[in-house]
């Protein structure tokens, strides 16, 4: 996996030398002052040649290269000294990912920072850069340990894989009940790839894993005692699963949840979730999952 990491950061780099070969060496400015133009540069950078080349899959690889040039990013003292590659990084999270998003943000702070070293506003510029490292390497961590969607496969009564798929989806969160308050959730959604027939039986199957390791089971507890509520672009959505299962709960076509919830996926937007289980004591879960990686994955999804 490192091997193929540092391929991809190589051809990140080579390309990265052509198009800047490639470019124009006039510098875009403001007519009315001599500043660069910021909106202008962004746009150039989302535009780019790399834009078409990289998808969410190689985010992973593009985050790591900025990181590694961090220090010249914060260290520089005028927009010539910024390396042309977290100019790029900054282009591919414009890109690849829709406004709303965390990537999309970070850009925001990658791009206000550099937009306050343009103006000369050094100590600005150094903060914004450092609050924009802090993001990506959050985001980087998350990234490298498997959160987002991938592509997965369905596996016979003596565990080898078939060749018949399904999307996984990877993201954490926290739980508290009782005994404790705000620990460790590690949340799997599943998802059929071709959801196009329109049967009311498809479904979004959620599993919940406390501390990462133990799975919440649902034996002998009522739908009824499970209640879900999503939040997306501040509007709640709420229903009761439509079928329990021993290690997960299903949120059928027919209810409430189905047709928000992944039409908010395809638009790219964060959904956030809070559960609520009270067959004995109250248990709730709340995480957030977005669309990182379902855009290089085929699917075809029918929410009408």
Same mark, same amino acid.
């Given at each position: 996996m490192k091997k193929q990491i540092c391929i991809m950061v190589?051809?990140?780099?080579?390309?990265?030398?052509?198009?800047?070969?490639?470019?124009?060496?006039?510098?875009?400015?403001?007519e009315e002052s001599t500043v660069r133009d910021i909106q202008e540069e962004r746009e150039f950078w989302k535009n780019s040649?790399?834009?078409?080349?990289?998808?969410?899959?190689?985010?992973?690889?593009?985050?790591?290269?900025?990181?590694?040039?961090?220090?010249?990013?914060?260290?520089?003292?005028?927009?010539?000294?910024?390396?042309?590659?977290?100019?790029?990084?900054?282009?591919?999270?414009?890109?690849?990912?829709?406004? #709303?998003?965390?990537?999309?943000?970070?850009a925001d702070l990658g791009w206000d920072a550099i937009d306050e070293l343009y103006h000369g506003n050094i100590l600005a510029y150094q903060q914004k850069a450092e609050n924009a490292?802090?993001?990506?390497?959050?985001?980087? #961590?998350?990234?490298?340990?498997?959160?987002?969607w991938e592509k997965a496969y369905y596996v016979d009564d003596f565990g080898d894989s078939t060749s018949d798929w399904y999307i996984r989806g990877k993201f954490k969160?926290?739980?508290?009940?009782?005994?404790?308050?705000?620990?460790?959730?590690?949340?799997?959604?599943?998802?059929?790839?071709?959801?196009?027939?329109?049967? #009311?039986?498809?479904?979004?199957?959620?599993?919940?894993v406390e501390y990462g390791k133990y799975v919440v089971k649902f034996t002998n507890?009522?739908?009824?005692?499970?209640?879900?509520?999503?939040?997306?672009?501040?509007?709640?959505?709420?229903?009761?699963?439509?079928?329990?299962?021993?290690?997960?709960f299903y949120l059928r076509r027919d209810g409430e949840l189905f047709a928000p919830i992944l039409q908010a996926i395809e638009e790219g937007k964060e959904i956030k979730f809070s559960i609520t289980e009270s067959k004995y004591t109250t248990s709730k879960y709340q995480f957030t999952i977005n669309s990182r990686g379902l855009e290089s994955i085929p699917h075809t999804w029918v929410v009408d």
């Open positions: 190589l051809l990140f780099l080579v390309s990265l030398c052509l198009l800047a070969c490639n470019r124009t060496t006039s510098v875009p400015v403001n040649d790399l834009s078409s080349k990289y998808t969410s899959s190689d985010t992973e690889m593009i985050l790591q290269v900025f990181l590694n040039r961090y220090d010249e990013f914060y260290n520089a003292k005028e927009e010539s000294e910024i390396p042309s590659v977290v100019y790029a990084v900054f282009g591919h999270l414009d890109a690849i990912y829709s406004e #709303n998003t965390p990537e999309h943000e970070i490292k802090l993001k990506i390497q959050q985001l980087y #961590n998350e990234v490298s340990n498997g959160y987002g969160g926290s739980f508290s009940n009782s005994a404790t308050s705000g620990s460790d959730l590690i949340v799997f959604v599943f998802v059929d790839h071709d959801l196009s027939e329109c049967n #009311n039986y498809d479904s979004v199957r959620i599993r919940l507890i009522d739908y009824k005692d499970v209640y879900v509520k999503v939040k997306i672009d501040d509007v709640v959505y709420q229903d009761y699963p439509g079928n329990m299962g021993e290690k997960e």
